[in-house]
């Protein structure tokens, strides 16, 4: 028993012995535990440090890369700026030199405003109330100018519809007479010595500023006592001044955005060179009483225009030869600069309106430079009268200046007439149109519209307009001294002379159809019929005014071609029999 008792206790004491080992373990386990979590902690802080670093490292390699890319970029960039720079400075360094130009002129302005005042204000001092009240008065007198400006450029629009409605009751086809002196030639080439004196007797005369009396008693025929009425009559007394005179209220229609023709008719000798181109000296100030309508009307054209802006205007000139029914550039140079008469084409553009192209222009800027243009012309053709033909009086000069406006008024014209035109095309506003454009519309919009600009101009019968683009408006003044008009027999002349006078007598009767033509109100107006007619169309047909200045001799010698040229001239005056129609209200300034 009592070993079994102290087995007991040995087991029981082993159990303790164990029991204590055990708890040392766990005890050293737990301090294991604790160390690796440490070291765990430590192995976290480590790894996160290293991956901190090799960021750094990464970053920085980064930042290096950028840095050469950038280093690059920076280098081409500056090379660039480098060049903008310098060109900079040079820019600048011309600027600073105008700058400096200007500096220096503004230094001495308001020095010597300075000096002005300096010397002024004793007078001002002390006088506070006196310049308030001039400084009132000036802005007062700023007001006014403003008001009166408004009100001068309502007056200018007011009188340009005025002057149109008064050219246009004076109908757009004027006819004036101008009956020359009796001159030494009329007596004819030793008529004098046969005692022929007859031929000397004034029968043409100007009775009053509107009739011509034609009255010739010729023994063994009937007496004739034909009376002629015309706008206008001109005696041989009457000055070169006085002719014009009744031509310039034309030149106000032309800046006012209409074409313009003068033209002269009448046999040679009657005096058509004498009224459109005048004296030879026309080029020179003492010549300026006897000059004719061409260089009067480039003067009178520039006084008119320097009224208007500046650089509002240019003009440009051309000149033209109307021959054996071709028409030739009398502008034209070879390589050489030397004049050689070029023979050009006339078309009809798709707006209706009559063109040479290749046609030679000239700027001029004064009327001084049109007649310097023009003079040369009238040289070469004195000094090469085969240049083109032989005889000056056998063909027809155009001198044609084409006014270029871009003026605030021209503007607001120019989007008149753009608006007038859409309204044309409009087929509700066709009601005013005479019968005659009437009829060519419907038969126009029966086919279809061949042009883009499908424009009512392309009818013949429709008035050419002044060309027009966004910006400006072009309009033409048409200067024409025609081949002589005297009824030259075809009998005994062949060859060249035979085509020669055979192409003056159909360009004039083709004129004269034209007018004639106009004057019916026909439907169709041959303009095509001869190249002088086609080359006029914008200037004598439509909304164009047309001044036709007979030229007649006085004298029982140049009777047959007096009454031929007078009947001419009353043919082309029926035009206006009736008064003329307003043909487009929309187009007047209100
Ligand atoms: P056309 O050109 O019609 O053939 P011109 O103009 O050459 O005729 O005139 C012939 C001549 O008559 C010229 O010597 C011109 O100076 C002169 N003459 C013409 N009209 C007049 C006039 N109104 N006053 C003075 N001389 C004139
Ligand atoms: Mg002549």
């Given amino acids: 028993m009592p070993l079994f008792i102290k087995r007991d206790q040995i087991y029981a004491h082993q159990i303790h012995l164990l029991e204590h080992k055990l708890r040392s373990k766990e005890e050293r386990i737990l301090e294991l535990e604790t160390e690796n979590a440490l070291l765990h902690l430590r192995l976290a802080e480590c790894l996160g440090k290293l991956r901190r670093d090799n960021e750094d490292v990464l970053q920085a390699q980064k930042h290096r890369l950028h840095q050469n890319h950038v280093q690059k970029y920076t280098q081409t960039a500056l090379a660039k700026l480098l060049t903008e720079v310098q060109v900079l400075k040079q820019d600048l360094r011309d600027v600073f030199a105008v700058y400096v130009g200007f500096a220096t002129e ?15 204000s004793p007078a001002l001092q002390g006088n506070d109330g006196e310049l308030q009240s001039l400084q009132a008065q000036v802005d007062a007198l700023k007001h006014s100018l403003q008001e009166e400006n408004e009100r001068c450029r309502t007056e200018r629009l007011r009188r340009k519809l005025l002057h149109n409605t008064l050219v246009e009751l004076r109908g757009n086809i004027r006819v004036h007479c101008r009956v020359r002196p009796v001159l030494p030639f009329d007596a004819g080439l030793g008529q004098l010595a046969l005692g022929s004196g007859s031929t000397l007797e004034e029968v043409v005369q100007a009775v009053n500023d509107d009739s011509v009396l034609v009255s010739c008693s010729k023994p063994g025929t009937s007496a004739m006592n034909k009376m002629f009425e015309f706008e206008r009559v001109h005696g041989p007394e009457d000055s ?27 046999q040679t000798g009657s005096g058509k060179t004498h009224t459109m181109i005048g004296t030879e000296d026309f080029t020179r100030p003492e010549g300026a009483p006897l000059q004719g309508v061409i260089p009067k009307s480039a003067t009178e054209l520039f006084r008119l225009i320097s009224e208007k802006p500046a650089e509002s205007h240019t003009v440009e000139v051309s000149v033209t030869e109307v021959y054996n029914n071709e028409v030739f550039d009398l502008l034209s140079k070879d390589c050489e600069g030397v004049a050689i008469g070029t023979k050009r084409d006339v078309i009809t553009t798709s707006t209706g309106t009559s063109e040479v192209p290749a046609l030679t222009h000239e700027l001029v800027r004064s009327s001084v430079e049109v007649m310097q243009v023009i003079s040369a012309v009238l040289r070469l053709r004195a000094r090469s009268p085969t240049l083109v033909h032989r005889d000056s009086s056998r063909s027809h000069l155009i001198v044609t200046l084409t006014v270029t406006s871009k003026s605030p008024n021209a503007l607001a014209l120019a989007r008149r007439l753009q608006s007038a035109r859409q309204e044309l095309q409009r087929p509700s506003q066709k009601e005013w149109w005479s019968p005659r454009c009437r009829r060519a519309a419907s038969s126009r919009s029966a086919s279809p519209a061949s042009s883009p600009y499908h424009s009512p101009y392309h009818s013949p019968c429709l008035s050419p307009r002044p060309s027009i683009t966004q910006a400006q408006i072009r309009t033409k003044l048409q200067l024409v ?23 003056i007598n159909r360009s004039l009767s083709a004129l004269s159809d034209v007018l004639g033509a106009l004057a019916e109100q026909r439907p169709h107006v041959p303009y095509r019929n001869s190249k002088l007619t086609h080359l006029l169309q914008d200037s004598i047909g439509g909304e164009a005014k047309l001044l036709v200045m007979l030229c007649v001799s006085p004298t029982q010698r140049f009777l047959a071609e007096s009454l031929q040229s007078l009947g001419f001239g009353a043919r082309a005056r029926q035009v206006h029999r009736e008064p003329a129609r307003r043909k487009n209200t929309t187009l007047k300034m209100k």
């Fill in 106 to 120: 503004l230094d001495e302005q308001s020095r010597e405003i300075l000096e002005r005042v300096g010397s002024a």
């Fill in 240 to 266: 070169q001044e006085a002719v014009f005179e009744e031509v310039k209220p034309l030149l106000t229609s032309l800046l006012d955005g209409y074409n313009v023709c003068i033209m002269a008719y009448g």
């Fill in 481 to 503: 001294d025609l081949a002589g008009s005297e009824c030259v027999g075809m009998s005994g002349v062949t060859g060249a002379a035979l085509w020669e006078t055979s192409c």
